[in-house]
């Protein structure tokens, strides 16, 4: 563990989708035992033609990251929040702030979104980048089958 104060630090990448709520949970799941805490993590970053959005009056790119974060973890915890679960919004991509995080994490929790068939083999951008560059374990959480 990365910090001897601490009894860990399990971070989840964030972005509302099925797959991210089912790594929270399984991060919880994790966590609970051995008293670490959780870090749900939203990035969120300004397009690159950020100046062509202002001028069509579209903006609040920070405040929608924020509102998806705090959504997707009371959709993974409902209104009892466990009390070793903390949010936390950065701007970066994903791909680069999981791996930056990851120096000081003991374990990366992402999800990954399956679409079935040859197409669900294939890990996707944001994990395959985890599992490949982290500085600690990555734990990749596939998508609940839909039933």
Known sequence: MNNSDSAGTIIVGVDGSEA??????EAQRLAAPLGAEVVATAFWEYPRVYEGYLAMGITGFEEAAGEVLKQSVEKAFGPAIPENVVSHLVRNHPRQGLIE???EADLIVVGRRGHGGFGGLLVGSVSSACV???HCPVLVVHEPEKG
């Open 20 to 25: 991210s709520i089912a790594a929270l949970r």
């Open 101 to 103: 995080a990851s120096r």
């Open 132 to 134: 490949a560059h982290a």
